[in-house]
């Protein structure tokens, strides 16, 4: 049995960029790794298949956009009802600034709180020795309040029990 392999990924994309075709599209979008990339391959496909002729193609390629690539490309982000490549290159204008905003904020946010945890395991252990699993899983457990809570509390409590339950 014989076969043609094609790796998707081993098409540099200045190659890809340059091919007039389905095939180079669908390896373009599927190596773009960022919104912002998807937005401008897209761009690029609107006014390739602006046609009349290519309305079949056009809402082949929203349905594939809408239910596979963009779900695991933005992950957890409500992707609006659309029926047009225009529409879809649209709506990435406006929401690719916001969503890596919104990324970026929220990376910020959990490295803050792993840098807190971090921390607080390591002045819990070297105030009461190698800590028991019980309390890795609330460490690994507690939000943003309840380190900050902790890390109160293990400059006033004379044990770890203390520290974790409260009484000080």
Known sequence: MRY????????????LARLPNVVAALFRLENA??????QRVI????????GAENACLRRA????LKR???PERVPGVEIPNFSE????????AERVKTWT???KEEGLREGRQQGETKLLRRFLTRRFGPLPSWAEERLGQAGEAELEELGDRVLEC??????????A
Request: charged residues 25%; negative net charge; contains cysteine.
């Open 4 to 15: 043609l392999l094609l790796e998707e990924r081993s098409y540099p994309e200045a190659d």
């Open 33 to 38: 790794q960022a919104p912002e990339n998807i």
């Open 43 to 50: 761009g690029c496909r609107v006014e390739w298949l602006a």
């Open 61 to 64: 390629f929203v349905v594939w």
């Open 68 to 70: 596979v690539l963009l």
């Open 85 to 92: 490549l225009q529409e879809l290159h649209d709506m990435l």
């Open 101 to 103: 905003q919104e990324w």
């Open 158 to 167: 004379r044990s770890l029990n203390e520290v974790f339950g409260g009484s």
